[in-house]
């Protein structure tokens, strides 16, 4: 059986394929571009796509588009995973738990997955967020701007500024090589939003193991991810995919059950 995973985010849809167990990841789409295409592809490399899976943070409005596209090409009804109270292994920490991004807790089951230790997952996109699992439990975590939104605030709320909020643009600063300090205005506001966020992951994880008595497996995910992994101290893995590897953990556990 052929299906199809979407990760919809606030910008971009990650997709993956599952094909008789052969896990595919596909190129992303711009969200903003698809929804204004008014097409959704319903094969891959000729195979015809028999189920489709959704976990969405986009707005009510977006969703419902994507929804009924799907209905129209490929008369297909996609299948919502959204947050739980318990699942594969997992106990949400939240109050209550409908109020947990459903992105989160995907990131969660997919990063369980994977290990059992103590686990900090930070997904690194419009809005960064860390969440804290140990021994199947999910402790709680933040909500913070991410890299493009400090950069965004900080060209919106200062006029003398440059907008840098670009998802393209990397830090490279022109300062000399053995200097991280930024000589020209757009570096100074990548390197130092860049170097802001990793000292925040970096501080926390710092604190949670104080606190707590342990060592905890930092997991990054999301955009940005990729940006912040060579400032972050101690161990540190790398994971694009894994909300997606999350909704495929969630639909082969409801499968064998």
């Given at each position: 059986?052929?299906?199809?995973?979407?990760?919809?985010?606030?910008?971009?849809?990650?997709?993956?394929?599952?094909?008789?167990?052969?896990?595919?990841?596909?190129?992303?789409?711009?969200?903003?571009?698809?929804?204004?295409?008014?097409?959704?592809?319903?094969?891959?490399?000729?195979?015809?796509?028999?189920?489709?899976?959704?976990?969405?943070?986009?707005?009510?409005?977006?969703?419902?588009?994507?929804?009924?596209?799907?209905?129209?090409?490929?008369?297909?009804?996609?299948?919502?995973?959204?947050?739980?109270?318990?699942?594969?292994?997992?106990?949400?920490?939240?109050?209550?738990?409908?109020?947990?991004?459903?992105?989160?807790?995907?990131?969660?089951?997919?990063?369980?997955?994977?290990?059992?230790?103590?686990?900090?997952?930070?997904?690194?996109?419009?809005?960064?967020?860390?969440?804290?699992?140990?021994?199947?439990?999910?402790?709680?975590?933040?909500?913070?701007?991410?890299?493009?939104?400090?950069?965004?605030?900080?060209?919106?709320?200062?006029?003398?500024?440059?907008?840098?909020?670009?998802?393209?643009?990397?830090?490279?600063?022109?300062?000399?090589?053995?200097?991280?300090?930024?000589?020209?205005?757009?570096?100074?506001?990548?390197?130092?939003?860049?170097?802001?966020?990793?000292?925040?992951?970096?501080?926390?994880?710092?604190?949670?193991?104080?606190?707590?008595k342990t060592q905890f497996r930092l997991l990054l995910t999301g955009g940005n991810a990729k940006q912040l992994f060579p400032l972050i101290d101690g161990p540190c893995e790398l994971i694009p995919d894994l909300v997606l590897q999350g909704?495929?953990?969630?639909?082969?556990?409801?499968?064998?059950?």
């Amino acid at each position: 059986m052929n299906k199809l995973f979407l990760d919809i985010g606030n910008s971009r849809i990650k997709r993956a394929l599952m094909s008789h167990g052969d896990y595919q990841i596909l190129p992303p789409l711009d969200l903003e571009s698809f929804l204004h295409s008014n097409e959704f592809d319903c094969c891959w490399n000729k195979k015809k796509i028999e189920a489709i899976y959704i976990t969405s943070v986009t707005s009510h409005e977006n969703l419902e588009k994507i929804k009924a596209l799907i209905q129209e090409k490929c008369q297909l009804f996609p299948i919502i995973l959204t947050a739980q109270k318990q699942g594969c292994g997992l106990t949400s920490g939240y109050i209550d738990f409908h109020k947990l991004g459903d992105d989160r807790w995907m990131s969660m089951i997919g990063a369980m997955g994977f290990y059992k230790d103590p686990l900090l997952i930070v997904s690194a996109g419009t809005a960064m967020t860390v969440d804290a699992v140990m021994e199947g439990k999910h402790l709680g975590g933040f909500i913070v701007p991410g890299l493009n939104s400090l950069r965004a605030a900080l060209a919106m709320d200062t006029a003398a500024l440059p907008s840098t909020n670009s998802e393209s643009l990397e830090y490279e600063s022109e300062a000399s090589s053995d200097s991280l300090l930024a000589t020209d205005t757009v570096s100074a506001i990548l390197g130092g939003t860049l170097y802001m966020t990793a000292a925040y992951i970096n501080c926390l994880r710092d604190d949670l193991n104080k606190q707590l008595k342990t060592q905890f497996r930092l997991l990054l995910t999301g955009g940005n991810a990729k940006q912040l992994f060579p400032l972050i101290d101690g161990p540190c893995e790398l994971i694009p995919d894994l909300v997606l590897q999350g909704m495929i953990n969630i639909e082969e556990s409801v499968k064998k059950n």
